[in-house]
């Protein structure tokens, strides 16, 4: 297990650092426009407009809050839905149907929409058991000490986003071979895998706990 960890964190050094790279190449991106990405929103705020929205599929669990998670790492996220490294059906669909510019604007608008204070930069005291979890899933390495700080903007900020949907994430990574549910990411494969379900729902309990910058902006019912 010591020789797997140890692969496992060599691979995050090397990917984090290829990241680090390509996202500094990346700078002529295509750029987001937050006021075209409000207009654009009204796709995404049946579910994620509100608060506590239940998803049934793959199981019963509550969307995440977008509001306030990072632009890059949005895009990043509706790209692979789109491309099918993400195999959420109802959410490819959605990604099928917007070009790189829309996912920009959507990106743009969803990183501006809250304003609130930072977090700390170092979470309250962490519990021999989680700390014993997170160096074994390695999460600071690349989500940051207090997880709202990703040392990437296209890894996402998991510090007060829903348990349940955290789990669920968790899950999709250990999931292999199944045509509608799964993940493809070689480094969150091989953390996730490390874990236990029970584990991995005691880490999800514990970044939801954290204080964080995501939320939920409630719609008008009619705009």
């Known amino acids: 297990m010591k020789n797997i960890v140890r692969s496992m964190n060599a691979l995050v050094a090397l990917v984090a650092t290829l990241g680090l790279s390509l996202n500094a190449a990346a700078q002529g991106a295509?750029?987001?426009?937050a006021?075209?990405?409000e207009k654009k929103a009204v796709m995404c705020i049946g579910c994620h407009g509100i608060p506590d929205y239940k998803a049934s599929f793959p199981e019963i669990y509550r969307v995440p809050m977008i509001a306030g998670q990072n632009a890059k790492y949005i895009v990043?996220?509706?790209t692979q839905y789109k491309k099918g490294d993400r195999k959420h059906p109802t959410m490819r669909g959605i990604a099928a149907s917007l070009s790189e510019q829309d996912m920009a604007d959507l990106a743009a608008f969803y990183a501006t929409e809250v304003k609130v204070d930072p977090v700390?930069?170092?979470p309250p005291a962490v519990p021999a058991n989680i700390a014993a979890l997170l160096a074994k899933g390695n999460c600071a390495s690349c989500h940051g000490a207090n997880f709202s700080a990703p040392i990437d903007p296209s890894y996402p900020k998991l510090a007060g986003q829903h348990d349940?949907?955290?789990y669920v994430a968790l899950r999709e990574y250990q999931t292999d071979k199944n045509p509608q549910v799964g993940r493809n990411?070689?480094?969150m494969?091989?953390?996730?895998?490390l874990l236990t379900h029970a584990e991995a729902k005691?880490?999800?309990k514990y970044f939801a706990s954290l204080p964080g910058e995501l939320r939920t902006v409630p719609q008008a019912r009619f705009r």
């Open 120 to 122: 700390p930069a170092q």
């Open 76 to 78: 990043s996220a509706l």
């Open 185 to 187: 990411n070689a480094i």
């Open 35 to 37: 006021k075209a990405g």
């Open 164 to 166: 349940d949907y955290l």
């Open 30 to 33: 295509t750029a987001g426009d």
């Open 189 to 193: 494969t091989g953390m996730s895998r």
């Open 202 to 204: 005691t880490l999800a």
